[in-house]
């Protein structure tokens, strides 16, 4: 296939370039990982572009990079000179001219200081206009989009401006879908994009002389546990006594009612509360209980309770102490642990704060109970050495220190596969919908394999629009029966004068979208801002 061969315009301050003094120029162009990049191999014939030549170029110098075919030779990069190699013999002389675009501005600042209650795109306009100095509008128009994503706090120290913008990209939604990009286009303007949203004219159809598909595995993932913030209680209403203001689900050895001495203050915490549960023996009962079932909760672990909380009352006709105390938790009958509780029980008729931690070893174990193993119900035993009309009084039993957690898993994929587990913990995920929602958009994400697919070609005529990073190019593979839209993950331009040749290499990636399935966090998911942040972040 007949092509025009390639033409380059490079321009650096006040001087233009001539194309016979260009040996070889590459321009790789990259997006919301990477800033774009070049280098040139010029002829410096008689120090021509040495200090004291007639263009003498130096570092710190802006300027643009232009490369096509025939009539058509459209700007593919704004940038500035970074670095200057001169190479020498007795017969040869070369420059190495090398830089970034103009995102390169991007790494000078950094910010500290905190944004709340912003939108995403909000906040890349501020960094913009008052650390980075980027345009973001072109003949009138914004090329920052709006994003669905309200952050009501972040807090930075001293963090790279990059890294702040990148943030803001991976984890703002738009219509559901998380992911933006961003770029610095040919022109020097900064654009901020909805991921996927741009797509390439340029038809690829009989022009990939070179391909490499392939794909990979090793971010899949088909099982995937969420832990949210370690603020699950249960009950969980505000006055913790879901469990004590009636007889309901509760079981004893004597009689079971409620009454109307209960705890109505927890330190600072007041209760708004009536009753408390209780149950009473008769004149020859020696040993008072009561217990519950709960329905098979976990405890200990990553998703476990581990704190038992309740306020305890014992009274009995006469003055002796009893005998003995515990609170045991049955797996099944004969399955159980037990703990003494006598030493922490209070005054007789005097209400006492009960805090028992199922992660210490301070429990018996009975039968093969195993804290791997649900827990079925909590029971509260008072033992006395004689018939005493003994009298147990229960308020406010709850459970707390817990993560909030979700599983989620695909059983075809792990047929195909293997068993591949991914963990994540995220603090400002506040309900196990909100972690079940967030599992599931991670399984869709990662249980398939990424697709990979660089290509090369010098006979691509992209006219007057070149193939950017970030944009979605079409691609049909008959050989390897692959077709579709891939992504543009980098770009190379590169002129080889001697051969007159204009290679574009593309290197693309296909990969699920991420939903946004909850009211979205800080972090993104593959990698974070290792300085300091802080806050929560809301849809």
Known sequence: ???????????????????????????????????????????????????????????????????????????????????????????????????????????RRVFTGTFENMKGEEIVKHLLDYYVGLSHTREGAELVESTDTTYVKLEFANTPVFDIIRQIADSADKGGVIGYDFRIAPDGKFEFFKRNSKTSSISLTDRIEVSEYSLDIHRLRNKIYVYGAAEKKLPSDANEDGWTESTSGWYSNGTIATETNHVSEDGQKKYTDSLCVYAYGGGTTSEIWLYREIGGLKFNGPDGFKQINTWINWTRYGSVQPTSAKCVLWQTENDRFEMDIKPLLPPQATWGKLVLRTDQPTWAVVGNADW??????????????????????????????????????????????????????????????????????????????????????????????????????????????????????????????????????????????????????????????SRYKAGVVRV
């Open 1 to 107: 296939m007949s092509v025009d061969t390639p033409k380059i315009a490079v321009a650096f301050g006040q001087y233009g370039i001539p194309q016979a003094d260009v040996i070889e120029c590459r321009v790789h162009l990259g997006c919301t990982k990477e800033v774009s990049s070049f280098e040139l191999l010029l002829q410096n014939w008689d120090g021509k572009y040495s200090p004291n030549g007639s263009i003498p170029l130096a570092v710190g110098m802006d300027g643009s990079i232009s490369i096509g075919r025939g009539a058509n030779v459209p700007q593919i990069i704004t940038c500035r000179i970074e670095s200057l190699k001169y190479e020498s013999t007795p017969a040869e002389h070369y420059l190495r001219v090398s830089g970034r675009c103009w995102g390169e501005r991007l790494f």
């Open 372 to 529: 791997h193993n649900p827990i079925n119900a909590i029971g509260f035993y008072i033992t006395h050495t004689e018939g005493c009309i003994p009298v147990l009084r229960l308020d406010h039993l709850h459970f707390s220190d817990c993560r909030y957690s979700a599983v989620q898993e695909d059983a075809n994929s792990q047929l195909a596969y293997g068993l591949r587990e991914l963990t994540e913990t995220d603090e400002e995920l506040k309900s196990d919908n909100e972690c079940m929602l967030r599992a599931k958009a991670l399984l869709d994400y990662y249980r398939s394999p990424a697709e990979q697919l660089t290509i090369k070609s010098t006979v691509i005529d992209y006219g007057s629009t070149p193939i950017l990073a970030g944009d979605r190019v079409y691609v049909s593979l008959p050989n390897e029966g692959m077709s579709g839209y891939f992504r543009v993950e980098g770009v190379e331009y590169h002129v080889d004068a001697k051969n007159q040749t204009l290679e574009v290499t593309l290197k693309l990636g296909k990969e699920a979208p991420l939903l946004a399935d909850y009211l979205y966090a800080l972090k993104s998911r593959t990698d974070h801002l």
